[in-house]
């Protein structure tokens, strides 16, 4: 699976959109773009995934480019609750587990 | 309450001591997943199961780690002879098998302190 890379924290204010970005330059054609988070002291959380196309889901959307080496996760509008760590993951359909490879990750922190 | 759940959440015990970590995963899930995370770190993967056949093991799994699923169902993480760099929360996560997709969903952890 691809490596990702993503800022280590981000700060965002309250009913602002958040833009968590990443990249993932060596991506291959099959590999998908997974967004978690880890709010502090519960296990990660699904939010959103993608291969081409930008989705949206009741959480938060996905934007891919076009060439799929980097992609940006924005939260509409950002509340306090949303402060967790955000994980962007690349994930193939040649990993026959399906296991999750979690980098450092970007720190949100939504203020008031 | 049909999510992943973990017990016990927390666990202090002394070094050389053994520990056993139980999870029960969402229910019609067939993958079973172990993670470790320490602090300041994103999870790292432990092993997986698919129904009872453990499928693949991380090199961080040492000799002191074992984890069973023996019906399919729930799974256990036994540690022996803990030591203080065990000292970790340890993760469960549950899914679908789905080629290319199919979510994890994990537990709130069990952490574990080595004294």
């Known amino acids: 699976d691809a490596k990702t890379t993503q800022p280590p924290s981000m700060d965002c204010a309250e009913g602002r959109a958040a833009n968590l970005p990443c990249n993932h330059s060596?991506?291959?054609?099959?590999?998908?773009v997974y967004w978690y988070r880890q709010i502090h002291s519960q296990g990660p959380q699904y939010i959103i995934h993608?291969?081409?196309n930008n989705e949206t889901n009741e959480m938060a959307s996905l934007i891919i480019t076009e060439d799929r080496k980097s992609s940006t996760l924005i939260l509409p509008h950002a509340t306090l609750r949303d402060t967790a760590v955000y994980y962007c993951?690349?994930?193939?359909?040649?990993?026959?587990?399906?296991?999750?490879?979690f980098g450092g990750g970007t720190r949100l922190m939504v203020k008031p | 309450d049909t999510g992943v759940s973990q017990d016990p959440r927390h666990k202090i015990t002394k070094r050389g001591q053994n520990v056993t970590f139980r999870c029960d995963p969402i229910?019609?899930?067939?993958?079973l997943y172990w993670y470790r995370q320490t602090l300041g770190q994103g999870p790292e993967f432990l092993t997986y199961?698919?129904?009872?056949?453990?499928?693949?093991k991380s090199r961080l799994l040492s000799d002191r780690f074992s984890a069973e699923r023996p019906k399919g169902s729930f799974s256990t993480l036994e540690i022996q002879r803990t030591e203080q760099g065990d000292s970790a929360m340890y993760l469960c996560?549950?899914?679908?098998?789905?080629?290319?997709?199919?979510?994890?969903?994990f537990g709130e952890g069990s952490r574990l302190t080595v004294l």
């Open positions: 199961f698919q129904n009872e056949a453990q499928l693949e």
């Open positions: 060596t991506i291959s054609g099959n590999e998908y």
């Open positions: 993951i690349v994930r193939g359909e040649n990993n026959a587990g399906n296991m999750l490879t």
């Open positions: 229910s019609e899930h067939n993958r």
């Open positions: 993608g291969l081409k």
């Open positions: 996560a549950s899914s679908l098998v789905m080629p290319g997709s199919g979510e994890l969903f």
